[in-house]
């Protein structure tokens, strides 16, 4: 099945510092790579995806990238808020049949005013 | 429209009990998904479900543990005869049809505390 990997597991930065998560992923044929945030005490949001026909995708301050050939994506988070502080999680997908999301062991994203 | 819902948020249970989780998905939604996160272990997916079927148990554990999705009302995950180790968040998700499988709305989540 198929293996995420995410680093780092933390991540400190200043306020209006970027920020950049890195996943890599092991079965080729995943298509499909969401990115979710993680509140605490909620329940994760999606907050951009990726299909695998597209290199880079952007939402106002953050971006995803995406290398196919590396099988790895990342998010980027430009301009950043003590508001995006929280813990991110990649996924990926092989949209196949009843196939399902496997998600990375996730990031804890601090932001610091 | 309200997101979706799951109760109890907490639950505390002795060894040997049972657990009921319960999830209500969004309006419109025939997909449930249940994942389970341990502390720096990310979300383990456990089941996937429509109505009245099981599609993907393979995250599962076999043994005292269960899940449905009724024609009516929410979906259930039930653990009995719980153990420590199943002290966890658990985490329901929902989707549409249209795109099951991929843009996954999740609950806030039942922390459960096995003493």
Redesign the interface.
């Known amino acids: 099945g198929e293996n995420v990997e995410?680093h780092p597991?933390t991540l400190s930065v200043q306020e209006g510092d970027s920020a950049v998560i890195k996943c890599t992923y092991s079965d080729s044929a995943s298509n499909?790579f969401?990115w979710?945030k993680q509140e605490l005490?909620?329940?994760?949001?999606?907050i951009i995806?990726i299909r695998s026909n597209v290199g880079e995708k952007k939402d106002q301050r953050i971006a995803v990238t995406l290398n196919k050939t590396a099988k790895h994506f990342s998010l980027h988070i430009t301009e950043t808020q003590p508001e995006d502080s929280a813990v991110y999680?990649c996924a990926a997908?092989t949209?196949s049949g009843?196939?399902?999301?496997?998600?990375?062991?996730?990031t804890m994203l601090l932001v610091s005013p | 429209n309200a997101g979706v819902m799951q109760n109890p948020r907490h639950l505390v249970r002795r060894r040997g009990q049972e657990a009921r989780l319960r999830c209500s998905p969004m309006k419109g939604h025939s997909h449930v998904y249940w994942y389970r996160q341990l502390p720096e272990e990310g979300l383990k997916f456990m089941v996937y479900l429509q109505k009245e079927n099981i599609i993907d148990e393979s995250g599962m554990p076999k043994e005292r543990f269960s899940a449905e999705f009724p024609k009516e009302g929410p979906s259930i995950l039930r653990i009995q005869q719980v153990v420590r180790g199943d002290s966890a968040a658990y985490f329901c998700a929902s989707s549409p049809a249209t795109t099951a499988n991929e843009k996954l709305f999740f609950g806030s989540g039942t922390q459960l505390s096995v003493l």
């Open positions: 995410q597991s499909y969401p979710y005490g909620k329940g994760p949001q999606l995806d999680f997908i949209n009843y196939s399902t999301l496997t998600f990375g062991k996730g």
